[in-house]
């Protein structure tokens, strides 16, 4: 199971990046609408519950080296959506901004998560 957990973290990572590069270019007007940002949301957000039930899962074999381990888990998950329910409504630039900026924070968190695990 850890090398399952090990393996879907590397795929948030490349979902995470995806998402910060699609919403850069919403963001900056080289792509139009946020159709493309939100279906990279929905792939970031499953992936990362994913990785979160199978870290979940392989607790009994003992937990990791540090506790903000799972902090990041959650500011990993929570951050991409965070900023697209912050730039609700708004014109599809913002959005693009918004949700690149959370997925910069999910990249760090993800990192951190990689020195903690």
Known sequence: MA????????AVVVSVVALAAIAGLV???RLRGRRWVDRAL?????????????????????PPRDPLHFLYAVVLTVAPA???WIAHGRPDR????WVAGGALVA???????FMTG
């Open 3 to 10: 090398s399952l957990h090990v393996a879907l973290a590397w």
């Open 94 to 97: 913002s959005v693009g901004r």
């Open 82 to 84: 965070m900023g697209r």
């Open 27 to 29: 963001a900056v007007g």
């Open 42 to 62: 929905l792939v970031q957000l499953g992936l990362s519950l994913l990785a979160v039930l199978t870290g979940a899962l392989t607790l009994p074999s003992g």
């Open 107 to 113: 990249l760090g968190a993800v990192v951190r998560s």
